[in-house]
Nanobody, 118 residues
Framework: QVQLVESGGGLVQAGSSLRLSCAASGIIFSIANMAWYRQVPGNQRELVAAITRGGGTNYSGSAKGRFTISRDNTKNTVYLQMNSLKPEDTAVYYC????????????WGQGTQVTVSS
């Protein structure tokens, strides 16, 4: 059974930092591409940051320069360090594990709420 469990969300003031964690089980973590998405009610889920199995990273324009995605394959965990948070970063943040080669899969966590007050 695959599980992605996010943690680290919360209510913070603008300018603060948070670190989200996503612990994976039930998959071979080291060969999965991992990503963080976020969603605001009424909007589509959007990519925030991604990290490949090889460690390559990709960021959305709003995340670039403020957020850092990393992974620890020994702990089956992916992180999202978020600095200089803004009220517009308020959303539910979701962890995603994806494999494009066979066997293909895409799994989601349950989400963690991040609220940034002004």
């Amino acid at each position: 059974q695959v599980q992605l469990v996010e943690s680290g969300g919360g209510l913070v003031q603008a300018g603060s930092s948070l670190r989200l964690s996503c612990a994976a089980s039930g998959i071979i973590f080291s060969i999965a591409n991992m990503a963080w998405y976020r969603q605001v009610p009424g909007n589509q889920r959007e990519l925030v940051a991604a990290i490949t199995r090889g460690g390559g990273t990709n960021y959305s324009g709003s995340a670039k320069g403020r957020f850092t995605i990393s992974r620890d394959n020994t702990k089956n965990t992916v992180y999202l360090q978020m600095n200089s948070l803004k009220p517009e970063d308020t959303a539910v943040y979701y962890c995603n594990a994806e494999r494009l080669a066979l066997p293909r899969y895409s799994y989601w966590g349950q989400g963690t709420q991040v609220t940034v007050s002004s």
